[in-house]
Nanobody
Framework: QVQLVESGGGLVQPGGSLRLSCAASGITFNLYDMGWYRQAPGRQRELVADISRGGITNHVDSVKGRFTISRDNAKNTVYLQMNSLKPEDTAVYYC?????????WGKGTLVTVSS
């Protein structure tokens, strides 16, 4: 059974930091491209950052210089370090694992940026 379990969300003030984690089980983690997506209220889910199985990263323009995706294949975990958080970063953050036709999602973790 495949599971992606996100953690690390919460309430943070503008300018603060959080680190999200996504622990994967039931897959051969090092074969999968991993990604973080987010969905704000009333908006579509959007890509935040992804990292290939080879470690190549991509961050969308709105988070470049503030967020960093990384992975630890020994721990079957992908991370999202989020710095300089803004109110517009408020969303549910989802972990995604993708390999060929296989595509899995976690249940999400809520990040709220507010003073």
């Amino acid at each position: 059974q495949v599971q992606l379990v996100e953690s690390g969300g919460g309430l943070v003030q503008p300018g603060g930091s959080l680190r999200l984690s996504c622990a994967a089980s039931g897959i051969t983690f090092n074969l999968y491209d991993m990604g973080w997506y987010r969905q704000a209220p009333g908006r579509q889910r959007e890509l935040v950052a992804d990292i290939s199985r080879g470690g190549i990263t991509n961050h969308v323009d709105s988070v470049k210089g503030r967020f960093t995706i990384s992975r630890d294949n020994a721990k079957n975990t992908v991370y999202l370090q989020m710095n300089s958080l803004k109110p517009e970063d408020t969303a549910v953050y989802y972990c995604n694992a993708h390999f060929l036709s296989a595509d899995y999602w976690g249940k999400g973790t809520l990040v709220t940026v507010s003073s």
